[in-house]
């Protein structure tokens, strides 16, 4: 299984968690990141010293076989074209529990 993780503009975040509903996975997860960064033409972020961005990180649990899936919808519903539109992330999965049945692995996404 893999663990893919992306970080992408806020406003595309609605675009990507429909491209992957609409696709079949459901477990995907949102939550708020802040991009540092640095930029010469551009004043500096008082709390950190350098530029933010806000950011989403979308994290999906899927199959080794959807990974390629999985990372071209999140692509094509994320990009803008422009600088920072983010990146994604893929790792090996070794195993997921299921908090309420305790059921392992593929059964663990059911």
């Not at 663990?3 to 992408?8: H, L, N, P």
């Not at 459901?26 to 939550?31: D, G």
């Not at 033409?41 to 999985?70: G, H, R």
Request: glycine letters at 4%; one cysteine or more.
């Amino acid at each position: 299984m893999k663990e893919i993780k992306a970080f992408i503009r806020k406003k595309k975040g609605s675009d990507v968690a429909h491209a992957l509903l609409q696709a079949g996975f459901r477990h995907v997860t949102f939550t708020d990141a802040v991009s540092l960064y640095r930029s010469s033409d551009e004043k500096p972020n008082i709390t950190f010293d350098c530029n933010a961005s806000q950011m989403l990180k979308l994290e999906v649990i899927c199959l080794d076989s959807d990974e390629s899936v999985v990372t071209s919808l999140i692509r094509k519903a994320a990009i803008t074209n422009q600088s920072g539109d983010g990146i994604i992330v893929v790792q090996n999965v070794n195993k997921i529990i299921k908090i309420q049945t305790a059921e392992e692995s593929i059964l663990a996404l059911t």
